[in-house]
């Protein structure tokens, strides 16, 4: 059995000091790829330093809508060149979106959209945070004709938002919130949904699951949210890892034995 971790930011400092360690656990739970999608153009040189494809670890180029204060029209310049330069570990665009919990969605727009652009530009997917702004999330991607793969990572809407998503080809992140006995709408709209539209991931360090002190998640207790992920679904862990291993690599362009080696 084999997992992947689609969105885990294993590149943040709060992994400086143990990244090793962390990463032979992590390893040792049978989590053999994970994705760092890029929050920052100040981090992007270290996303790619800290990739490497032979050994599962893949990276996206992106800004976070909490930081787009820290940049301008250049850095987006900078992150086309970037994305076309097609480099081995780098599998897509993002982290991008929308936050109506921070910030100004009046804000966020123009550059959600501008990243979305570069995404199509070069067949790339898109890893999209969508924090209280899913209709406004869809309704971008619907006016820029979105037609390619995006992960909404974290998701935590309704049922409907989350097939209106699947309708427009968004895969659905399921992560460390269905761990949480208050999180019953998620965990039922996740345990509805089709098995072929669902990722795994942490977001660690945050978005830590039950019994994880919050900003202490890592990437080795994926097998953790995974197991809440088969009860809730009812399904044979050994059929479901399979699939969401086949729904990650579809999401991110590579066969699943590259994507996540043993």
């Known amino acids: 059995m084999r997992l992947f971790d689609a969105h885990c930011h ?12 962390v990463l032979t ?27 490497s494809p032979d050994d599962g670890l893949w990276y996206c180029l992106g800004i976070h809508p909490w930081f787009i204060g820290e940049h301008d029209a250049a850095d987006l310049d900078a992150l086309e060149v970037a994305v076309e330069r097609k480099a081995p570990g780098c599998l897509g665009v993002g982290e991008c979106g929308l936050d109506a919990l921070r910030g100004s969605i009046t804000e966020q727009l123009p550059w959600f959209a501008a990243q979305v652009q570069v995404a199509a530009r070069f067949n790339m997917p898109l890893v999209i945070h969508s924090v209280k702004a899913h209709d406004q999330t869809a309704a971008l991607l619907r006016s820029e004709r979105w037609q390619g793969c995006a992960l909404i990572h974290g998701f935590s809407g ?8 699947i309708e427009l ?17 998620t965990q039922d709209v996740i345990a509805r949904l089709p098995s072929d539209v669902l990722v795994l991931e942490t977001d660690a360090p945050d978005m830590a699951p039950a019994g994880v002190a919050k900003g202490r998640n890592s990437p080795e207790y994926l097998p953790d949210i995974f197991a809440q992920l088969a009860n809730l679904r009812g399904e044979s862990r050994d059929w479901l890892a399979e699939v969401l291993l086949e729904n990650a690599g579809k999401l991110y362009g590579r066969a699943p034995d590259v994507l996540a080696p043993t």
């Open 158 to 165: 309704s049922y409907q938002q989350a097939c209106r998503f």
């Open 25 to 51: 656990r992590t390893r040792a739970a049978g989590v053999t790829g994970l994705v760092m999608p890029g929050v920052r153009q100040a981090d992007w040189g270290r996303l790619a330093a800290l990739s």
């Open 169 to 185: 080809g968004c895969y659905i992140g399921v992560g460390g919130v269905i761990t949480h006995d208050r999180a019953k709408k």
């Open 10 to 21: 294993f590149d943040f400092p709060e992994f400086d000091e143990c990244r090793k360690q």
